[in-house]
């Protein structure tokens, strides 16, 4: 199975910064790597498919990187509504996997 | 538009069962492929299974062969039975669709919460 380990797990980052998430997959999975937000009692919303692919309605200032092992989500500068929780996914092989998260606060 | 509705979450007891559906509005369940995805109360996202347009089905080993996913093509709605609950059962369970090539999950559906409690 494969194991994906974010980090951090939680950020405290002001409106305004540059922030970056890494993912990291336990074995090489190419460009299947996908990344979510969730807010509280909602279900998660797909920002980033296939590594570095801007889902249709995600404002720009989302963006991916990477490949095989090693991933990261990039915010621009953050905007108040980004405060959130954000996963990674491997959708290389069964079972998918996610990472626990990183949770993204004002500070 | 393209949307998926869960319902059929509640309370029950340890060892009880329930079954949970999804219908999808917008696309078609039976040729897509459809999964569940579930989150214990504070916790991280936890996949628990799939259904191909062909009809295989794959599970997570934590529910492997207590629970079972299916669907109803003339009713455009996914399911899930789970049988032989327990309290690291309760949840918000999701069902969403996944891309063919990058296994991505979307839409998804609002979830609904199951309590495994006595």
């Known amino acids: 199975d494969i194991q994906m380990t974010q980090s951090p797990s939680s950020l405290s980052a002001s409106v305004g910064d540059r922030v970056t998430i890494t993912c990291r997959a336990s074995?090489?999975?190419?460009?299947?790597l996908n990344w979510y937000q969730q807010k509280p009692g909602k279900a998660p919303k797909l920002l980033i498919y296939?590594?570095?692919s801007l889902q249709s309605g995600v404002p720009s200032r989302f963006s991916g990187s990477g490949s095989g092992t090693d991933f990261t989500l990039t915010i621009s500068s953050l905007q108040p509504e980004d405060f959130a929780t954000y996963y990674c996914q491997q959708g290389y092989s069964i079972p998918y996997s996610f990472g626990l998260g990183t949770k993204l606060e004002i500070k | 538009e393209v949307q998926l509705v869960e319902s059929g979450g509640g309370l029950v007891q340890p060892g009880g069962s329930l079954r949970l559906s999804c219908v999808a509005s917008?696309?078609?369940?039976?040729?897509?492929?459809m999964s569940w995805v579930r989150q214990a109360p504070g916790k991280g996202l936890e996949w628990v299974s799939v259904i191909y347009s062909g009809g295989s089905t794959y599970y997570a080993d934590s529910v492997k062969d207590r629970f079972t996913i299916s669907r109803d093509n003339s009713k455009n709605t996914l399911y899930l039975q789970m049988n032989s609950l327990s309290g690291e059962d309760t949840a918000v369970y999701y069902c969403?669709?996944?891309?063919?090539?990058?296994?991505?999950?979307?839409?998804w559906g609002q979830g609904t919460l199951v309590t495994v409690s006595s």
């Open positions: 969403a669709r996944i891309s063919r090539d990058f296994g991505w999950f979307d839409p």
């Open positions: 917008g696309f078609t369940v039976s040729s897509n492929y």
């Open positions: 296939a590594a570095s």
């Open positions: 074995q090489s999975i190419s460009r299947y």
